[in-house]
């Protein structure tokens, strides 16, 4: 970036150059909200505050400027998994990115350092603390750095709901590197945290970007939590090898549902920060490489990922307020598919949050956590549109309805009449003027002989034993579903109190009928099923997807998202060339996993008639992938594939694939090593006579003694020769 003293010429040459970057490393034609507005004003060394929502693509707004522009980028970013996560993603493209954590040993460290000082890097992933200490910031104050990307940036506020004392050394950013522009990035922050960010990093003047809270692929639904570990089996079991989270608050909890999950056949694992670094590692790198569906975790899990394919996000518990709760439902459905968030809401855990709150030492904070808490058990408990008022906290107004959008909103299910039971329990409220919490209430309406009611000659009201022919659960049940019909309300400033709200009020004078769901909402599932019936060619494209990233060492997502694979599966791309139109497809992805994709599509038989295979296979003139050099490399001193594949613990369909590139660019690669002669001479007039575009219909003109690596090698080798005739 440049120093905010100079500008960047708005010319079509950069125009150009940050479109064909777009298109060329990350895949995509054009840029989502904000996006190119953002990268806009960082490349004119503007200081950035951008809000933008979880899964807004904040990422590249600092991702692409970094490759544009000369010089390094440092990111600083909370926890040492996102790093990797976002280093993998990034050179998987190409890139040169690096991070540098406590993780690395010492000597990995100081090669990676060694990197830095020489210019090898475009972006750095760093933590504040690492950053911040002496030697480090030598090291970064000696080449200078072209912009800070601060992600994150609601951790330096004490305002905010995830405050970290260590970014709060970050101000010094501004003494240090005064001429460098700094871009600070959030998800989640309101109008206070906002402008404590611009005061803590002192930014200058700073260009501001707020994004939509709104995700409309995300489905808001609130359940009453009366049987949850059934509610939630049962859910899961609609959402069969789909990936979830489940937020709970106890560690006990998260161990306890883990274990019961397991014994009813889930993949499942538990996770909190109680577990070693290892354990957690471990369960982390199981479920962002789907050996695991579900994690069942405090909220201590998932900031430290970027896993694109959660479908949906169950709390267990209640939040402690509406940031976080936008947080980390906001953790499904990053690729813009449709996603659940669900919350099994008690007024059992409203009292539990008040107790934690009460046991905090500092009155502010306290003080700040029961006007959060108010605002979750409003949000829980509302009668409207959720989505509405999730954007109504943020400040932001739901620009237009969606389809799909909450359990408030969508076409009512199956309702009960409880008009009767419902006047009784909130007769009853009024009549104890508003000054007790539920169970006392359900205990007077049940007619019980306990010593506080007669003591308060509450056993003398008219509503006295109204409900004894009711249990406990039943009028537990009503409570929750008046309570979140905007019935009643729990109390701000002593929300174990439990009151009528207006709309409770003229329910009584106009004797309204009130019609409830008093389901357990097990059902849900089924009626918000997050994708359609499985789709078998995006199923064998996972396959091979996952068989990769195990070959290479990386979660699933860094070799192509659902949504692109959703694409391959619906377009049925012949050629490298229609595989290349398809969004997420970048120029080294294509290189490095394009032919084995196109193998999966062109063995299923079919294709789409809007897209017929053209009358040859053309491949793009692109090179090979650092993987492949090595491969190549191996074979040149005389090891064969399987003993390639062994030795790099690669498939060996992932090595075929490497050596049959290298025959396609025309390098130097022994054909007598890898066909006999006899059977090139029957794969090429097998070739001749079918055509090159699939290989199944040549094995089946061959038959199964030939392997689909003889014919892979072979076909490479024919259109090869074929171009080289042809120029």
Known sequence: MRPADQEMPDTEAGDQQILATLQSVFGFDSFRPLQREIIEATLSGSDIIALMPTGGGKSLCYQLPALV??????????????????????????????FINSSLAPAEAARRQAGIARGALKLLYVAPERLMMPGFMRLIMSVQPAAFAIDEAHCISEWGHDFRPEYRELTRLRDLFPSTSVAAFTATATPRVQEDIVQQLRLREPARFRGSFDRPNLFYRVLPKREPYKQLLNYIRTRTGQSGIVYCHARATTEAIAARLQADGIRAAAYHAGLNAEDRGKVQEAFVRDDIDIVVATIAFGMGIDKPDVRFVVHYDLPRNLEGY?????????????????????????????????QRSIERERRNGHEQLQHMLNWAGAGVCRRRELLRYFD?????????????????????????ASRQLLECVQQLRGGFGIAYVIRVLRGSRDERILRAGHDRLQIYGAGQARDRQYWRAVFEELLRAGYLLVAAEEFHVVRLTQRGS?????????????????????????????????????????QLAGDLGVPPYVIFHDTTLRQMSED????????????????????????????????????????????????????????????????????????????????????????????????????DRLVAADRRRAITRAIEEVGPELLRPIRDRLGESFSYDEIRYMRSAWLRDERAESS
Do not use: W
């Not at 000369?70 to 040492?80: A, Q």
């Not at 690729?335 to 539990?352: F, N, T």
């Not at 389809?403 to 008009?419: H, K």
């Open 69 to 98: 522009s000369p010089g390094l980028t440092v990111v600083v970013s909370p926890l040492i998994a996102l790093m990797k996560d976002q280093v993998d993603k990034l050179q998987a493209m190409g890139v040169a990115a690096d």
């Open 326 to 358: 936008y947080q980390e439902s906001g953790r499904a459905g990053r690729d813009g598919d449709p996603s659940d968030c669900i919350l099994l809401y008690s007024y059992g855990d409203a009292i539990k949050q008040e107790y934690f709150i009460n």
């Open 396 to 420: 932001e107004d739901l620009a237009a309805a969606h389809e799909r959008c909450c359990d408030v909103c969508e076409p009512a299910g199956e309702l009960v009449d409880v008009t009767e």
């Open 506 to 546: 003229r329910a009584l004078v106009d004797r309204e009928s009130i019609l409830l769901p008093l389901a357990t909402g097990a059902e849900a599932g089924k009626r918000d099923s997050a994708r359609d019936a499985p789709d078998p060619m995006f199923e064998q494209l996972r396959t091979l997807r996952k």
């Open 572 to 671: 049925r791309p012949t050629t490298l060339q229609l595989l290349r139109r398809i969004p997420g497809v970048g120029e080294r992805k294509l290189q490095d996993y394009g032919m084995a994709f196109l193998e999966v599509i062109q063995g299923s038989g079919t294709t789409r008639s809007e897209a017929p295979p053209p009358p040859r296979l053309v491949t793009a003139h692109v090179g090979l992938s650092d993987s492949a050099e090595a491969t190549l490399a191996l074979f040149r001193t005389g090891l064969g594939p399987q003993e390639i594949a062994a030795q790099r613990r690669l498939s060996g369909s992932t090595v075929s694939e490497q050596l049959a590139r290298a025959i396609d660019l025309g390098e130097d690669v022994d054909l």
